[in-house]
């Protein structure tokens, strides 16, 4: 054993005591006959003394010690004349009587600090120094302690964790797989799974009622900031359940994880909250309700007044900027570049201050007057002193703009506290979605989610009326879990295969191996699936998934530390009979 | 909610208790006026009745349901005239009032029982199935259980469970990788990992000095019976610790593991082996220590008296095989037979039976006298009744055939005790093997075992003689798990390399990031994985991993139930710039 104690262990109690520690050189200082080093390992930091009057020897040779540098050390326990307060070993320190060099360390390309000088490529390149930093360590404890408590829970409440297969086949529905050829099945390749839908339903099939997995999940796309092509899921499927069940179960396991992890507790019930209202309220489906500023709709108050932006819009909807009134034009104009970015798409800004006098200063005066505008903030509960930000266009454009203007207004208002979780279940999503493009219905979220009993029959009539058994979690406005009631009939999901467009051949080749199991007695059933990657980052206060995640790829998929993906040898494209095309020219 | 109690749990305390439960119809027995079915589910099994006097159209609707049903109950719980104490809830039985059929099942094409008449062919294609039998859901809550008690052990103990990446680098080293092509780099590959080994030292590098993971793994091997291309381990890692410290910690799990999974308890440490005493004791570097029987090499004791088997043999050796010496003709022709096998390889077999007369009779009587036979008697500490059985030739086949010998005659002994679990260390393996077709010699574990440091002057002058720091966890003869302690010196590990034949700018462009990381102040560590699925087989008491994987895959890597792996759509290929070429004709 290297050491007796860790750098994170020793405290007053422990003075007078011979001990050894070993770590790395955080950083070292001589000051006269002494020399302080701070030693660091995975638990805190201690430090060293090392007395130039007592042993000159030792203290030459510590004074050499460069950062980062690996020692191991022994000494004595004394107390501290300038205690620290901040770090739990702060009231002690170690005289030094011996010390040897484990390793040497060259100058790190950037400073091991919480506030590090080192650019994102720089520490994605040298990664295992990146994860010396205490705040990644304190993020991947976090996402361990994470891990564990959801095991331990979802244990405690008899489910099994049942590992599925990594290496599957590919279906063309959803995104693009992970291909893996086949050396012993030339030609044919496996798939790594997006998730492990089909498995998790036979797993309900072959009686295992409740099942769940922290699992890699795979997904080739075209990456956006704060995706990863392997990601982590926990992944869950209840048998025997109706949505209730599974909203209910999954509620107290997030209940449990804000109480234990972070000490927030929520006693009431989740709010659930339809997909339209989500929608008509909010502008999207995943909405942050740590604070209201809802969206209202003003077209039937805003119309034939002869104000042509309003007249020709399908939608006009507004917000209500709580004690904005006072915004200077300065304000109100980088709002409106704001909702003219082409990523937000607004064509322009319309705005009526509720002065606290009780009048109103709007863009529009021409159009409306005082009376009309006390209509707008009677229909949005606005006080004097408050602001009313007006978008006009197509519905769908304009929610959705609505929604980041209320967005970027929360965060200026300081109305997005990390601290504070406010979790809610979308629930009634519809069923299909119609894409235009290849003009079909694609499935909201998979083919396997069950319309809703009722509305069954609307799958000839009209499909894209039809609701589904679909629900989200979602914390913060952030996306943390999806799920649904399957289908376990295997006529239904016939029919859903073909409303989605598939020959019968088609999906009996991609499928028939569920469609098959549903033959010998499914039993009814439903899942969820959370993204654990956001709900560690959701938890650590960090807005993207990269820092919880030890060796992340960047945004083009690639691994920069160890240089992958990369040329493979002749030798195994032969063993596989794969020949790679040139790109043309 | 479909029900108000599983089919496990009802008991006499429940009696009058108005339920529902919901499950599989196991079975179902029609006599005179009453309807008896077996309702189950993951819990257990419970008696439900349907009585014709009472309602007979009810009871008419339950005789038409058949094997595998899912159905909905509701009724009372009565308690049972003939009590079957041998089910939990054998004692009750449930008046059932009312039934709905949540799904029908046609015949199912085994028997959903322990013992089954499905063959494994038809078992893994109808896996669902073959999982509904309460067999397999003993492997798989055996399996649930093993893993949270491994994580909650190793994280008392401050290990942190860390996901490293599944996408990673191939390298020619070792066993053959599975790749991935990458559509966003194309002509180049991800590889899937054999072991996460470079990640959990880089961990080390990073800091993080206790890690700890199950995860799945990936060799694309020409499958032996029981072999997964994908399979499961328990990898960890370690920094500043020496060999024993990790010997310790993990007989401390193994220990754990037994105690509160298997109620085995071992008090005394494991045995520890040196690689060349197992060799020489039990002709395997796996040796199964449930029972003694133990190789000794006789060559001495042999040559020079004329047997030309044992005059041109490189090795004589024997075992004692207790109580055998009545062994028939036709029992020694047997053994004779067994150890001519071509996996075994022997050319014949010599018997000495020591009679309970204290006369003794051998295959060489002609070549050897009582005296002569008495000596090898005494050399192997035979009592009168015993069997001697000899084996000479070249050393290292004539010892692995001593050793199948050995297992065999286990067997037969009733030596081989299930229940028994006999743990032990090999310790002190060669750091290289010499490969006689390639002229060059191989890592006998992996490239970063370290070598003993009194050793490390042997790697330029005689480099087969170098012992390594590696060690394997042996249990009933089976290679539970295996490990070293790592080089953790950059110059170090170029040795290794140019020991093992790589071009230094071969060692850079494979391993680079890790001889950089080395740069930077890397620590001693070590570490050890284990083979989770041989590890829940071995506690399950099974001589297949098959049973304890969900979904396993056959002989030929494949999956016969969904089919895979399968050809993909030519438009993928396309993406991915692959094709596939035509075998020759």
Same mark, same amino acid.
């Given at each position: 054993?290297?050491?007796?104690?860790?750098?994170?262990?020793? *405290?007053?109690?422990?003075?007078?005591?011979?001990?050894?520690?070993?770590?790395?050189?955080?950083?070292?200082?001589?000051?006269?006959?002494?020399?302080?080093i701070d030693l660091r390992d995975r638990y805190g930091?201690?430090?060293?003394?090392?007395?130039?009057?007592?042993?000159?020897?030792?203290?030459?040779?510590?004074?050499?010690?460069?950062?980062?540098?690996?020692?191991?050390?022994?000494? *004595?326990?004394?107390?501290?004349?300038?205690?620290?307060?901040?770090?739990?070993?702060?009231?002690?320190?170690?005289?030094?009587?011996?010390?040897?060099?484990?390793?040497?360390?060259?100058?790190?390309?950037?400073?091991?600090? =919480?506030?590090? =000088?080192?650019?994102?490529?720089?520490?994605?390149?040298?990664? %295992?120094?990146?994860?010396?930093?205490?705040?990644?360590?304190?993020?991947?404890?976090? +996402?361990?302690?994470?891990?564990?408590?959801?095991?331990?829970?979802?244990?405690?409440?008899?489910?099994?964790?049942?590992?599925?297969?990594?290496?599957?086949?590919?279906?063309?529905?959803? @995104?693009? /797989?992970?291909?893996?050829?086949?050396?012993?099945?030339?030609?044919?390749? %496996?798939?790594?799974?997006?998730?492990?839908?089909?498995?998790?339903?036979?797993?309900?099939?072959?009686?295992? #009622?409740?099942?769940?997995?922290?699992?890699?999940?795979?997904?080739?796309?075209?990456?956006?900031?704060?995706?990863?092509?392997?990601?982590?899921?926990? /992944?869950?499927?209840?048998?025997?359940?109706?949505?209730?069940?599974? $909203?209910?179960?999954?509620?107290?396991?997030?209940?449990?994880? $804000?109480?234990?992890?972070?000490?927030?507790?929520?006693?009431?019930?989740?709010?659930?909250?339809?997909?339209?209202?989500?929608?008509?309220?909010?502008?999207?489906? *995943?909405?942050?309700?740590?604070?209201?500023?809802?969206?209202?709709?003003?077209?039937?108050?805003?119309?034939?007044?002869?104000?042509?932006v309003f007249d020709s819009a399908e939608y006009v909807?507004?917000?209500?900027?709580?004690?904005?009134?006072? %915004?200077?034009?300065?304000?109100?104009?980088?709002?409106?570049?704001? !909702?003219?970015?082409?990523?937000?798409?607004?064509?322009?800004?319309?705005? !009526?201050?509720?002065?606290?006098?009780?009048?109103?200063?709007?863009?529009?005066?021409?159009?409306?007057?005082?009376?009309?505008?006390?209509?707008?903030?009677?229909?949005?509960?606005?006080?004097?002193?408050?602001? $009313?930000?007006? $978008?006009?266009?197509?519905?769908?454009?304009?929610?959705?703009?609505?929604?980041?203007? +209320?967005?970027?207004?929360?965060?200026?208002?300081?109305?997005?506290?990390?601290?504070?979780?406010?979790?809610?279940?979308?629930?009634?999503?519809?069923?299909?979605?119609?894409?235009? =493009?290849?003009?079909?219905?694609?499935?909201?979220?998979?083919?396997?989610?069950?319309?809703?009993?009722?509305?069954?029959?609307?799958?000839?009539?009209?499909?894209?009326?039809?609701?589904?058994?679909?629900?989200?979690?979602?914390?913060?406005?952030?996306?943390?879990?999806?799920?649904?009631?399957?289908?376990?009939?295997?006529?239904?999901?016939?029919?859903?295969?073909?409303?989605?467009?598939?020959?019968?051949?088609?999906?009996?080749?991609?499928?028939?191996?569920?469609?098959?199991?549903?033959?010998f007695g499914a039993p009814p059933h439903g899942g969820? @699936?959370?993204?654990?990657?956001?709900?560690?980052?959701?938890?650590?206060?960090?807005?993207?998934?990269?820092?919880?995640? @030890?060796?992340?790829?960047?945004?083009?998929?690639? #691994?920069?530390?160890?240089?992958?993906?990369?040329?493979?040898?002749?030798?195994?494209?032969?063993?596989?009979?794969?020949?790679?095309?040139?790109?043309?020219?």
């Amino acid at each position: 054993m290297y050491r007796t104690h860790t750098c994170g262990q020793l *405290k007053i109690e422990d003075v007078d005591k011979m001990v050894s520690l070993a770590g790395w050189v955080q950083r070292s200082r001589d000051l006269g006959g002494m020399t302080f080093i701070d030693l660091r390992d995975r638990y805190g930091i201690t430090q060293l003394v090392f007395n130039m009057e007592t042993d000159s020897a030792l203290c030459e040779k510590a004074r050499k010690l460069g950062r980062e540098f690996v020692i191991r050390i022994s000494g *004595k326990v004394a107390e501290r004349s300038n205690k620290n307060l901040k770090i739990p070993t702060g009231e002690i320190e170690i005289i030094c009587n011996k010390f040897d060099i484990l390793n040497a360390s060259e100058v790190p390309p950037f400073t091991i600090e =919480d506030e590090t =000088d080192g650019g994102d490529e720089l520490r994605m390149k040298y990664r %295992y120094l990146d994860l010396r930093r205490s705040v990644m360590k304190k993020n991947l404890e976090l +996402r361990h302690r994470m891990a564990q408590e959801v095991r331990n829970y979802l244990s405690k409440q008899n489910f099994l964790e049942i590992e599925t297969p990594v290496l599957i086949k590919s279906t063309p529905e959803g @995104a693009r /797989d992970f291909v893996v050829p086949s050396r012993m099945n030339p030609g044919q390749f %496996y798939a790594l799974p997006q998730s492990p839908q089909t498995f998790k339903q036979l797993l309900m099939v072959a009686g295992y #009622d409740r099942y769940f997995q922290i699992v890699k999940c795979f997904r080739d796309e075209d990456l956006r900031a704060d995706r990863q092509p392997e990601f982590t899921q926990i /992944d869950c499927e209840m048998a025997f359940v109706e949505q209730d069940d599974i $909203l209910d179960t999954f509620e107290g396991l997030t209940k449990n994880m $804000l109480s234990n992890i972070k000490g927030v507790e929520i006693t009431e019930a989740f709010p659930r909250m339809s997909y339209s209202e989500a929608l008509e309220n909010y502008g999207n489906d *995943k909405p942050d309700i740590r604070f209201e500023m809802t969206l209202h709709e003003i077209s039937g108050l805003v119309k034939g007044k002869g104000f042509e932006v309003f007249d020709s819009a399908e939608y006009v909807g507004a917000i209500c900027a709580e004690s904005c009134s006072e %915004y200077s034009r300065k304000q109100v104009d980088a709002l409106t570049d704001f !909702v003219k970015k082409p990523q937000i798409g607004a064509k322009g800004l319309v705005y !009526v201050k509720c002065n606290p006098d009780g009048s109103y200063k709007s863009s529009v005066d021409k159009f409306f007057d005082q009376d009309a505008l006390a209509g707008w903030a009677s229909e949005l509960g606005a006080k004097p002193g408050d602001l $009313l930000l007006v $978008l006009a266009g197509d519905k769908s454009r304009t929610l959705s703009a609505l929604s980041e203007l +209320r967005l970027e207004m929360g965060r200026t208002l300081g109305l997005m506290d990390k601290t504070i979780f406010a979790p809610l279940w979308v629930v009634d999503f519809p069923l299909l979605e119609w894409d235009e =493009d290849s003009r079909r219905f694609y499935a909201m979220h998979h083919p396997f989610t069950s319309p809703r009993p009722e509305d069954i029959e609307l799958l000839d009539s009209d499909p894209g009326k039809v609701r589904a058994n679909a629900y989200d979690l979602v914390i913060n406005g952030v996306e943390i879990g999806g799920g649904s009631i399957r289908i376990h009939d295997k006529a239904l999901q016939q029919k859903m295969f073909k409303t989605l467009g598939f020959a019968p051949e088609e999906a009996e080749a991609q499928f028939g191996f569920l469609m098959n199991a549903f033959r010998f007695g499914a039993p009814p059933h439903g899942g969820i @699936a959370f993204g654990f990657d956001r709900l560690v980052s959701l938890f650590a206060g960090l807005d993207s998934i990269r820092d919880v995640i @030890a060796f992340p790829k960047n945004n083009s998929g690639r #691994d920069v530390m160890i240089d992958s993906p990369a040329k493979i040898e002749e030798e195994l494209l032969k063993e596989l009979r794969l020949r790679i095309e040139q790109a043309k020219a």
